[in-house]
Nanobody, 118 residues
Framework: QVQLVESGGGLVQPGGSLRLSCTAS????????MAWYRQTPGNQRELIAD???????TYGDSVRGRFTISRDNAKNTVFLQMSSLKYEDTAVYYC????????????WGQGTQVTVSS
């Protein structure tokens, strides 16, 4: 079965940290550009970090310096290490995998909720 499964979300206090994981099955992420998006109610999904296959990670302004995206192709998993979390980081976080050649070949995970609250 071809799918992306996110995990690691939850409730965290402001200033805390979480690590999200996204594990792929049925595909090889080595052939994919991987990314994390987030979405809050009533808003569009926001690209917050991406890591191309063999490339350098880039970050959105809202998370740069606090979040780190990484990938382990051998484990078919991409990670998002989130630090210094703020209330405004509360959202559903989604993993995205886009084929490096066939860009219409794109997968989304089901999302994982991150709530930053005291």
């Amino acid at each position: 079965q071809v799918q992306l499964v996110e995990s690691g979300g939850g409730l965290v206090q402001p200033g805390g940290s979480l690590r999200l994981s996204c594990t792929a099955s049925g595909i090889r992420i080595s052939l994919r550009n991987m990314a994390w998006y987030r979405q809050t109610p009533g808003n569009q999904r926001e690209l917050i970090a991406d890591i191309p296959s063999g490339g350098t990670a880039t970050y959105g302004d809202s998370v740069r310096g606090r979040f780190t995206i990484s990938r382990d192709n051998a484990k078919n998993t991409v990670f998002l290490q989130m630090s210094s979390l703020k209330y405004e980081d509360t959202a559903v976080y989604y993993c995205n995998a886009k084929h490096v050649l066939f860009t219409n070949d794109e997968l989304w995970g089901q999302g994982t909720q991150v709530t930053v609250s005291s």
